[in-house]
């Protein structure tokens, strides 16, 4: 017999888990305020990222909790991306608490060292970034420094979050991965689409750094987990603009009417809410393969291969409709596009994920 159908409907821990963190953002992390930060030097929003992942424990989820952590799986962790994504927040919770995180827990010669760098960011005292390019796939090469004797040389491009890091895992070219704290680098920002979740330029110059263990299936574990959740993050964002599209075209009235009434419209909205609901089943499925660390490559495979356009495509659809006032600075939609266009290359495109999947199916065929 095959492995039973995982369950996908949410338990009443994770609703609850879900209202908790959607209290929490509502209260502090209104859209205003997201484009303000938006518009400043300092994108990061640390006292959410307190409240979030030190007062609510959000930030170590996925560590046991014999290593400091609250023990849940990637079921509660992608409950709260889809949170953050419905908020756009400008948190490092995929960064720190999924990818870093997950390259660590990967890490089982890292002794000392690396136990501690896990409990840090597991009580959220710290922040750290795998510093490996947002765009790179699971499967694909990536960027390392070269080391010699433990100092660390070069240059890594596209690293999000870099500059809210405590302390960066970066791949060496002696197969390490090696811990370096943010005082041994040097972070310059590189334009980004989405100024919520901003990239970096990270120049090693004799950055001095502790190897916790082998850097290629730290960083697979890391990306492979970071594009499974990040369906969840989309699924955030398109639930928000059917959902604000929605209201909005209930209330805007046209010849004495709503808008919404308009057949035409009715048709685009009924389309986007299916492709809205594939979109959960994708993601959630890829939520739960990685909890159950089964077939967890195809669920992340597929989720990706499709996340991405429906993301894009609602937010899209989101600023269409919202008409003149959709295209203005005030309103909040050209953060959800921008951060759907972005996610839509993170951790690998769409067309990267379909020819993994289809050299996974070729691999498997008899």
């Not at 765009?135 to 040389?153: I, K, N, Y």
């Not at 009434?261 to 979109?279: C, D, I, M, S």
């Amino acid at each position: 017999m095959g492995n039973p159908q995982p369950d996908l409907l949410y338990s009443e821990e994770e609703e609850a888990l879900r209202a908790a963190v959607r209290d929490l953002l509502t209260d502090h992390c209104d859209a205003a305020g997201v484009i303000s930060r938006a518009e400043s030097g300092t994108p990061h929003d640390l006292a959410l990222w307190k409240s979030l992942a030190d007062g609510m424990g959000l930030a170590g989820l996925l560590v046991p909790e014999d290593r400091g952590g609250q023990g849940a799986t990637h079921r509660e962790a992608a409950v709260v991306l889809e949170e953050l994504g419905r908020a756009v927040a400008p948190v490092p919770y995929l960064t720190s608490a999924v990818v870093a995180t997950e390259a660590l827990l990967a890490c089982t010669d890292g002794g000392a060292d690396g136990e501690g760098v896990l409990a840090s960011l597991a009580s959220a005292r710290r922040i750290g970034v795998l510093a490996v390019g947002l765009h790179t796939a699971p499967g694909a090469a990536f960027a390392t420094a070269r080391a010699v004797d433990g100092v660390l040389h070069g240059e890594l491009t596209g690293i999000a979050d870099a500059a809210a890091a405590d302390v960066l895992l970066v791949p060496a070219d002696d197969g390490g991965l090696y811990a370096v704290e943010a005082a041994e680098v040097t972070v310059t920002g590189q334009t980004s689409l989405d100024l919520t979740r901003p990239v970096a330029t990270v120049v090693l110059d004799g950055a001095r750094g502790r190897r916790l263990g082998d850097a290629e299936p730290a960083v697979r574990r890391a990306l492979r987990a970071g594009a499974g959740l990040l369906a969840s993050e989309q699924l955030g964002v398109a639930e928000w603009a059917l959902t604000e599209t929605v209201r909005y075209l209930k209330d805007r009235r046209q010849f004495n009417r709503p808008v919404g009434g308009f057949q035409a419209l009715k048709h685009r909205l009924a389309q986007l809410w299916l492709e809205v609901v594939n979109l959960r089943a994708a993601a959630r499925n890829a939520a739960a393969a990685l909890s159950a660390d089964q077939d967890t490559e195809v669920a992340v495979a597929v989720a990706q291969a499709y996340a991405g356009q429906v993301a894009v495509h609602a937010a899209e659809e989101a600023l269409q409709l919202h008409a003149g006032i959709g295209m203005t600075w005030e309103h909040p939609v050209h953060l959800y596009l921008k951060r759907a266009k972005a996610d839509s290359i993170a951790y690998g495109t769409a067309g990267a994920h379909r020819e993994a999947l289809a050299e996974l199916v070729d691999l498997r065929a008899p």
